[in-house]
Nanobody, 119 residues
Framework: QVQLVESGGGLVQAGGSLRLSCAAS????????MAWYRHVPGNQRDLVAS???????NYADSVRGRFTISRDNAKNTMYLEMNSLKPEDTAIYYC?????????????WGQGSQVTVSS
């Protein structure tokens, strides 16, 4: 069983920065993908960025160049550095990890962190 605990959300003015953290407890196995999603009420949950256990990164077009995903495998912790924030980045941000176990992926989610960007 994996548990994810997020921290670092908050209120920031447009153009500002925030950093989200996601600490994982439990075994993540030898291969996994950690990711950040965001959700605006009324819309679907969208992928923001992901990073594999081999440090391969992927970003949504809307955040590429402004957000940076990283992970510290020794601490089982993932980060999302968000710069040049825009009001449209306002959402609840969720940490996710997909763990490969017995030839299938197990999905785990954090509790969500509110990020609000004021204009």
């Amino acid at each position: 069983q994996v548990q994810l605990v997020e921290s670092g959300g908050g209120l920031v003015q447009a153009g500002g920065s925030l950093r989200l953290s996601c600490a994982a407890s439990g075994s993540l196995g030898s291969w996994n993908v950690m990711a950040w999603y965001r959700h605006v009420p009324g819309n679907q949950r969208d992928l923001v960025a992901s990073i594999t256990s081999r440090d391969v990164e992927n970003y949504a077009d809307s955040v590429r160049g402004r957000f940076t995903i990283s992970r510290d495998n020794a601490k089982n912790t993932m980060y999302l550095e968000m710069n040049s924030l825009k009001p449209e980045d306002t959402a609840i941000y969720y940490c996710n990890v997909k763990v490969l176990a017995n030839l299938r992926f197990l999905d785990y989610w954090g509790q969500g962190s509110q990020v609000t960007v004021s204009s």
